[in-house]
Antibody, heavy 119, light 109 residues
Framework: EVQLVESGGGLVQPGGSLRLSCSAS????????MNWVRQAPGKGLEWVSY???????YYADSVKGRFTISRDNAKNSLYLQMNSLRAEDTAVYYC?????????????WGQGTMVTVSS | EIVMTQSPATLSVSPGERATLSCRAS??????LAWYQQKPGQAPRLLIY???TRATGIPARFSGSGSGTEFTLTISSLQSEDFAVYYC???????????FGPGTKVDIK
């Protein structure tokens, strides 16, 4: 079964750091582009970051300079290092697989992990 | 940044009826548009990509159309499991600045 499972969410104070992980199974992880997408409570979806199969990195302006996406193909894992966290970063964070072949639609999603930034 | 808008914000439909959801882009995105369905407490599910191609396993009652700046998702005969929030997403630009619409909630009339 093709599956993504996120972990690492929790409660963190403003200015703090958190590292999210996404474990992939059921497909050749190294061949796929991957993304992080977030959803604030009761709000819509916001794309956060992209990493290509070759390691190319891109970020939304709202997180550029604070968040770092990475991957470990040997471990079939995707990561999001989040630093200098703000209240507005509070959201469910999803990892999502890119369909590929220049079609950046997200065909597989994890169940999400909640990040709460609050004092 | 390409801004996506969706209308209406809420659509009340009876089971068995047709639902038509609209999505508009602030500039042309060719056919680089996807539609997602999200139910409460669940992750989004890809329905349509390339504006009109159904994703794997998506029932034929879901269809997408449009290109440029105007797009439509049609659900031909609403089933009980179709009541959800629907989002459109553009993926036209590179480097990526993927953006989603604010969503349309389809609820039971």
């Amino acid at each position: 079964e093709v599956q993504l499972v996120e972990s690492g969410g929790g409660l963190v104070q403003p200015g703090g750091s958190l590292r999210l992980s996404c474990s992939a199974s059921g497909f050749t992880f190294s061949s796929y582009e991957m993304n992080w997408v977030r959803q604030a409570p009761g709000k819509g979806l916001e794309w956060v970051s992209y990493i290509g199969s070759s390691g190319t990195l891109y970020y939304a302006d709202s997180v550029k300079g604070r968040f770092t996406i990475s991957r470990d193909n040997a471990k079939n894992s995707l990561y999001l290092q989040m630093n200098s966290l703000r209240a507005e970063d509070t959201a469910v964070y999803y990892c999502a697989r890119d369909w590929g072949s220049y079609i950046n639609a997200f065909d597989i999603w994890g169940q999400g992990t909640m990040v709460t930034v609050s004092s | 940044e390409i801004v996506m808008t969706q209308s209406p914000a809420t659509l009340s439909v009876s089971p068995g009826e047709r639902a038509t959801l609209s999505c508009r882009a602030s500039q042309s995105i060719s056919s680089n548009l996807a539609w997602y369905q999200q139910k409460p407490g669940q992750a989004p599910r890809l329905l349509i990509y390339g504006a009109s191609t159904r994703a794997t396993g998506i029932p034929a009652r879901f269809s997408g159309s449009g290109s440029g700046t105007e797009f439509t998702l049609t659900i031909s005969s609403l089933q009980s499991e179709d009541f959800a929030v629907y989002y459109c997403q553009q993926y036209n630009n590179w480097p990526p600045e993927f953006t989603f619409g604010p969503g349309t909630k389809v609820d039971i009339k």
